[in-house]
């Protein structure tokens, strides 16, 4: 190769040899996610229905804000307005390094989905009861990305026996490993 001559990526030998470690899963198109936020509440509060993988518009103090890891997606939603989704209420703080250039920490972002994504979400969140939340906020490939599902609230005895389910999962687990143990020592 000449110096100075352009060389697409593609083209460009792989670096690592024989051994290198690949950012994807097998058979999946992307890389691996760099989880940020999670909106762990969102879970709890809504029994998930379907989930969605946005793309996320942000200025660059967003995204180096988002890279320190101190964003919260407790009363975070999404809505969808003139044919376009938008998450609102989401928090990412401003940048620390930041200067007159710095992002309102609460401001409504505007997320990227296909068409036909976006007038699936439109009809069904207008149903009674459903609505789309944020469940998580991550990089893939060096992007920021945003999961969000579309839900439905769950009643309080809902919650409860969620609660009960998950309780009675560790509890046999906890049993199963403890019994591994004694055979391990026995």
Known sequence: MSKG??????????QGGAGAKSTAKDGEKGGKRRIVAQNKKARHDYAIIDTYEAGLV???TEVKSLRQGRTSLADGFVQIDGGEAWLYNAHIPEYSQGSWTNH??????????????IDKLS?????????????????KDGRAKAEIALARGKKEYDKRQTLREKQDRRETDRAIAAAKRRQRHA
């Open 5 to 14: 001559m352009y060389v697409p990526k593609e083209s460009q030998p792989k």
């Open 58 to 60: 942000l200025t660059g």
């Open 104 to 117: 309102s920490a609460r401001r409504k972002r505007k997320l990227l989905l296909h068409r036909e994504e």
């Open 123 to 139: 009809v069904k969140s207008e149903e009674t009861g459903h609505t789309i939340v944020p469940l998580a906020l991550y990089f």
